[in-house]
């Protein structure tokens, strides 16, 4: 039974990997998309002993032997490597070119982090526009509100690199709309966690540093903004065959290490 259990989780093991990978290849194309990885964990560990010495017996088992139980997944953890940048017409396309995260309102108080930066304009029911992701949360500026596009010409909006929006009113007059809300997140493999889509949360204890800290350089912590440009995916695709295929080899020694666990319970069974 052991062995059965044991290969039966290295089987669940490998699958969890192939979907984070399956995951990886398609959204290859998903703007600010991090690609994601699983590693893996003993289970139980049994410590046994080593055996009395036994007169002419020259073979014992190991001190401390220690006989495991399988592996486990561990939840996939995610790359926040930069991905590549491609150059776009539209003016509500920013990207940022260094360790920054976009700041966006979830609602109930709660902050969102993104890569991302396909915004939209959206206007909510009282008429007013905000700058917005696909799905319609408000991006957030420096003073921890939402940017208000309400009357403005949005052909015209300009980014600094330091985050500034300009733009023109509907009657031409220059408007300044504010500051871009940037993050920076200290080890964000484990201090973020997914939310929906390329949205994440901070796990309890940990805290991000923003461009409205004081004392803050934003620049050398989350580099610049460029306005017309998004940041595509970080999957490598070639790397992520390659782990496919190193991931199929072990299922397959995990599928025949359970056909041998059943011969080996039939056999025991005959006897």
């Known amino acids: 039974m052991s062995l059965l259990s044991t290969a039966a989780a290295g089987l669940q093991s490998q ?19 991090q690609s994601s990885d699983v590693s893996f964990a003993n289970t139980l560990t049994e410590f046994y002993g080593q055996s009395p010495a036994v007169t002419g017996l020259s073979r014992q088992s190991p001190a401390g032997f220690e006989l495991g139980s399988g592996a486990m997944a561990l939840n996939p953890q995610a790359n926040f490597a930069a991905g590549n940048y491609t150059t776009t ?11 920054g995260f976009f700041m966006i309102d979830l609602g109930n108080k709660q902050t969102g982090y993104t890569r991302a930066g396909d915004f939209i304009a959206s206007t909510d029911g009282k008429g007013q526009m905000y700058l917005a992701t696909p799905d319609g949360h408000a991006v957030l500026g420096a003073n921890g509100k939402p940017i208000n596009l309400t009357g403005v010409n949005l052909s015209t909006v300009q980014v600094s690199p330091d985050g500034t ?30 939310f929906s889509g390329q949205l994440y949360m901070l796990n309890k204890g940990y805290t991000a540093v923003t461009n409205a800290t004081p004392g803050v350089n934003a620049t050398q912590l989350m580099g610049q903004v460029q306005n017309h440009m998004l940041e595509g995916s970080n999957v490598n695709l070639t790397q992520v065959m390659a782990q496919m295929v190193s991931t199929q080899n072990d299922d397959m020694m995990a599928s025949r290490a359970v056909n041998m666990a059943n011969q080996m319970m039939t056999v025991a069974n005959q006897i």
Do not use: C, E, S
């Open 15 to 33: 699958q969890a990997r192939m979907d984070a990978l399956a995951n990886n290849i398609a959204n290859q194309n998903t703007v600010g998309y």
């Open 89 to 99: 017409k539209n003016p509500l396309d920013m990207a940022i070119q260094g360790d």
């Open 165 to 194: 929006i300009t733009a023109d009113q509907i009657n031409g007059n220059p408007v300044n709309l504010g500051k871009l809300g940037l993050a920076y997140v200290n080890q964000p493999q484990f201090a973020l966690t997914p």
